[in-house]
């Protein structure tokens, strides 16, 4: 499975660093403040800026898939040490060292790894690892499939895979909600986003209408366990799940909403290939069911089964923070809903996060290009080291039930 973790907070729509430690609008136009209506108070995140009719939504994007399916791979933990892992290979020769020794053995990728992304990192955990990385990696670049040769160093997809996700440790995204850093913030509102307007109106306008690769931390507590969605499915609402205006709040309307969504896997053997994508649950893509309630401010109006016209999304800020529906998934737990989720563009200069010893533009031309490189001379690979982990890797994150922090 996978390691993970993202920057901790951003601005609307403002460019972020992914870090390993790693509109027809049909209702009046209220906000939260105006309604007082906060059960959540205190959390943190950012605008959703989009189409927010609730009726327009389910009827035209309930249910997407991305066109381009994220391609599944491995999450290269810090205590295997990273993309310096040798394991995968008979020789022990890594992703990182195959490409020092095809670019001449000077660029030191393999050192830089053990050395940042290894086991001997101070304070390392079993979860640690490069799932940021590849998420981006998995969207942004079309999956390798087929071993290359550059300067007589052949790269298996695993190295090729490897390499990709070393260089999405480090990328421009949109992010949405507040990253649960530490166990110590799980008694903090801030364990409550993404809320439920920010987790519908991201699905719906950026996978859904626009196409887009949406990325999530699916462990709802402080470890961090990035995945790719897939694609989503909301239930159409009936008639029974509008719960009509809040008696307690006048202008707010309320209905219960049950989506499924899929993500890609990274606890895959490195080099295996993706298989089709078709909302499905297999060893390739796990899914999830999520319950919640949104409010709208506006009534809903059906013609039979048939929503004909709704209120707007309500998500709006109190004080610093985002409030917007209710999750309602029993029992608070790991699982309960994803802690943020984040829509990745392009890739940054490695300045600390990344290797910055492997250099993206070389990869893309020679490796992804299949082209020898003039320039360099190729060295016999140097074998990686066994990894020494003070802690065994985990494949899972921690999911045992945590009491719910109090709200009010």
Known sequence: MSKKTVSAAAATTAVIVSLVLSACGGGNGLDGTDL????????RGQEVLGQKNFAYLMNNHRKAKLAKTPWVGWWWAYTANGVANGLHHPEMHSPAGKYDAARGGFPKAQEWEIANHGATVPGVQGWWGHCNGWCVASTLFPEPREPVTVNGIEFSVADQKAL????GMESSSDFFGSRVDDVNQMRTPRVEDVVPAQFFLILTNYLGKKGLPVLMDRHTTYEVWNQPIAGYSFEYPK??????EDPAHRGLYRVNLTTTIWWAEDGVPPGELTGEFDYQDNRHFSKRTLKMELWLDGPIVFDGEQMRSSGDVVVTRQGEYFVGGAWKNGAYSATSHPDFMWIPYSLLKPTTYANPEIDIEWVK?????HQDDPSAVAVPVVPAPSPTPSIAPSPEPTTGITPRPPLI
Do not use: Q
């Open 36 to 43: 007082g209506i906060s059960p959540y108070p205190n959390r």
């Open 164 to 167: 990709l996700t070393e260089a």
């Open 239 to 244: 008639p029974s799940d509008y719960l009509g």
């Open 365 to 369: 031309k020679h490796v992804m290009g």
